[in-house]
T-cell receptor, first 114, second 113 residues
């Protein structure tokens, strides 16, 4: 059973369009994270989200990106105006149980910007 | 600054051989956590192990073992008697906040039958 589910599994969009990637945790968790992985490269941290607020973000997470948990369940990553370089796999993750710090990743959404 | 280096980009071994994946890290923090993740061809990231900076005990789990040495800032991963199903990209990662993970560039392991 996946730790989190992500939809869609693959999204193709045109440059300049807005996209929303969704993450649905299987059970109640407070900490969520978004990462991206450009094809063939390392996994890069974007943002962490705790109790409906951003707790930490990287330099990559600029004004084009936003996160929210609109209905208390789904956790979304929005890219306002996509660029070609936003093409990547986007992973949602949730924290482990207890003070263990490991993160459990969803299956990812492959975003292709054309 | 946090940094994780996986110098081995690609490794190929013949099935049943042992293989060690290297991971070297840099951090100024005294408390930190190290991880290994596996990314099979299907693309998901699978958590394998976590190590705290204050616990240098090596760990063995089946065919997997991990060697954590603070003196050399290394956290190496050994697969004994490799199998074709071990073929994947393996990432080493570091965090000191529990939020942002710093991943290495990964080592692509191919196990040849």
């Amino acid at each position: 059973e996946p730790e989190v589910t992500q939809t869609p599994s693959h999204q193709v969009t045109q440059m300049g369009q807005e996209v929303i990637l969704r993450c649905v945790p299987i059970s109640n968790h407070l900490y969520f994270y978004w990462y991206r992985q450009i094809l063939g490269q390392k996994v890069e941290f974007l943002v962490s989200f705790y109790n409906n607020e951003i707790s930490e973000k990287s330099e990559i997470f600029d004004d084009q990106f936003s996160v929210e948990r609109p209905d208390g369940s789904n956790f979304t990553l929005k890219i306002r105006s996509t660029k070609l370089e936003d093409s990547a796999m986007y992973f949602c993750a949730r924290e482990g149980l207890g003070p263990t710090y490991e993160q459990y990743f969803g299956p990812g959404t492959r975003l292709t910007v054309t | 600054a946090q940094k994780v280096t996986q110098a081995q980009t690609e490794i190929s071994v013949v099935e049943k051989e042992d293989v060690t994946l290297d991971c070297v890290y840099e951090t100024r923090d005294t408390t930190y956590y190290l991880f290994w993740y596996k990314q099979p061809p299907s693309g998901e990231l699978v958590f394998l192990i976590r190590r705290n900076s204050f616990d240098e005990q090596n760990e063995i789990s089946g065919r997997y073992s991990w060697n954590f040495q603070k003196s050399t800032s290394s956290f190496n991963f050994t697969i004994t008697a490799s199998q074709v199903v071990d073929s994947a990209v393996y990432f080493c990662a570091l965090t000191y906040t529990g939020n942002q993970f710093y991943f290495g560039t990964g080592t692509s392991l191919t196990v040849i039958p």
